[in-house]
């Protein structure tokens, strides 16, 4: 027997008769009703005649079925912050569903597995995840009720594990399963359907999933101490009463920023503090906490640096203690 | 035209068709329809289609829509004329549709598909295609005392 099967042409019907039937991606909608009744005309002798025949009805089933994209398309960026990763789930069966969703940052091939702190939908809409607003769920549970064709944005968001490095990639995936069932393509869950119609799993099996790229954007901070002794003879020995000048090199590399860098040194024991004899990239910092970034106490000095970026120019601070 | 043997055809029309059969003909000629699912199955390339009852029908499935017919009457029966309507949620399918006319109108003008046209508002006209197809009809000149036929098409289900 010969057919020609063309479900593309059948979905660009429905478009076009959107007149007759409003048009869904997902199909007929569960549960709408196919009717066949002929009617015939025909004469016999001077007599014509009407008749219609008895009406069958088949009652659409509901078919399963999930997409999930991720629209995060570029690697989101991790370093000190969490990354927020964009996903969407589309109800493609053509009944009313609801979706597990999980996040699961342990994928084959990560160079670093991220932490997932929280799953969420994004209730607004609005496909920027707004802490407060958009519904925060346990990992694993069941989305909202969504429509044939209806979608939802998802957000995972993950934090960077203290073992990543710089520029490592990773990947998270997000997951939805049908409430009603998956499975098998065609396996049938009776009666759970809308309306109690039966549920039959389409191509995608009932579960579809996402990958999500992530980039390590982190800052290495690297502190580097000197000395430079000034006796009072003119050489450099450690005498009593000689000037010790230490100095630490603040260096940051990576791509990332370094948040709230602060470098904080104590005195050395049998050394004294020369007062107010902080300076940052040369510049005087008073001992006094005020406006500048330096502070000294009676045991040791705290410079605040704040956020510095990966592969700005080293940060030079400097003090003098003496000898006692 | 595919014919079946009347013994599958019983049993399909009891399972799916309501208890009422054909509405009692002022002429006579008895008329029945009846919905068939094209149970497609593929085993190593080799694809078979089995017309069952549609015990679970999805969006993609094909359908196999029949009209059976019988004069009843000892007296020939002459232009019959079956107006089978396309359910909205089905489209038409091309295979066999040469044996019918169709119209793309609601029943208002007929022809065969290749001969009708399309003109929806803000569109252009354009070719009719099977999707487009809201009703079938069959003209038979004449029905002898006692025989009887099937008619049928095939949709999909959008």
């Known amino acids: 027997m010969k057919r020609i099967h063309n479900l593309f042409a059948a979905g ?4 076009a008769l959107a007149g ?52 995060t398309s570029t690697p989101v960026t991790i370093g000190t912050a969490p990354a927020v990763l964009i996903y969407q789930v589309t109800n493609t069966g053509n009944g009313p569903d609801t979706f597990d969703l999980t996040g699961a940052p342990n994928v084959s091939g990560n160079q670093f597995n991220a932490t997932l702190q929280t799953v969420a939908i994004d209730t607004n809409g609005n496909g920027v995840y707004d802490a407060g607003v958009d519904t925060v769920i346990t990992n694993g549970a069941a989305s909202q009720t969504l429509a044939p064709d209806a979608s939802i944005k998802v957000f995972l968001l993950a934090s960077s594990p203290t073992t990543a490095t710089d520029t490592q990639t990773s990947q998270v995936r997000l997951t939805a399963v049908s409430v009603i069932g998956s499975g098998t393509p065609g396996a049938l869950f009776a009666g759970k359907g809308t309306a109690g119609v039966d549920a039959v ?29 000034a006796d009072p003879y003119g050489g450099t020995n450690p005498v009593p009463g000689a000037l010790v000048t230490y100095s630490i090199v603040a260096h940051v590399a990576g791509s990332g920023t370094a948040g709230s860098l602060t470098v904080t040194d104590a005195f050395p024991t049998g050394t004294t ?31 605040t640096l704040g956020s510095v970026a990966g592969g700005t120019a080293d940060k030079t601070i400097a003090f003098k203690v003496k000898i006692n | ?26 002429g006579a000629v008895a008329l029945d329809s009846s919905i068939k699912l094209d149970k497609i199955t593929t085993v190593n390339g080799q694809t078979t289609h089995e017309f069952v009852a549609p015990q679970k029908v999805v969006p993609g499935n094909h359908l196999l829509f029949v009209t059976q017919y019988r004069n009843t009457s000892d007296k020939p029966v002459d232009h019959f004329v079956v107006t089978n309507p396309v359910p909205s949620p089905v489209a038409l399918e091309s295979v066999g549709a040469d044996n019918f006319e169709v119209s793309v109108d609601g029943g208002k003008s007929w ?11 803000g569109a252009a006209m354009r070719a009719a295609q099977d999707a487009d197809v809201t009703t079938v009809r069959w003209v038979i000149p004449v029905i002898a005392p006692g025989a009887s036929g099937t008619l049928q098409y095939h949709a999909v289900v959008r």
Do not use: E, W
């Not at chain 1, 660009?12 to 478009?15: D, G, I, P």
């Not at chain 1, 799993?201 to 101490?225: C, H, P, Q, Y």
């Not at chain 2, 022809?111 to 508002?121: H, I, M, R, S, W």
């Open chain 1, 273 to 303: 503090y020369q007062a107010n004899s902080m300076t940052l990239g040369g510049t005087a910092l008073t001992d006094t906490a005020d406006a500048d970034a330096g502070t000294a106490s009676a045991t040791g000095i705290t410079v």
């Open chain 2, 1 to 26: 035209m595919r014919t079946f043997s009347r013994n599958v055809m019983t049993a399909m029309v009891i399972l799916v068709a309501s208890p009422v059969l054909a509405l009692a003909a002022p």
């Open chain 1, 201 to 229: 799993v389409g191509t995608s099996g009932g579960t579809a999933n996402a990958l999500a790229n992530l980039i390590a954007s982190l800052a290495n901070v690297t502190l580097t101490k000197s000395a430079v002794v």
């Open chain 1, 20 to 71: 007759a039937n409003p048009a869904q991606a997902a199909g007929t909608l569960a549960g709408t009703l196919i009717q066949n009744t002929a009617n015939a005309t025909f004469s016999s002798g001077t007599s014509t005649s009407t008749i219609q025949s008895n009406t069958v009805t088949v009652k659409v089933d509901q078919l399963i079925g999930v997409a999930v994209t991720t629209l």
């Open chain 2, 111 to 121: 022809g065969k598909l290749a001969q009708l046209t399309v003109t929806k508002p």
């Open chain 1, 12 to 15: 660009a019907a429905t478009a």
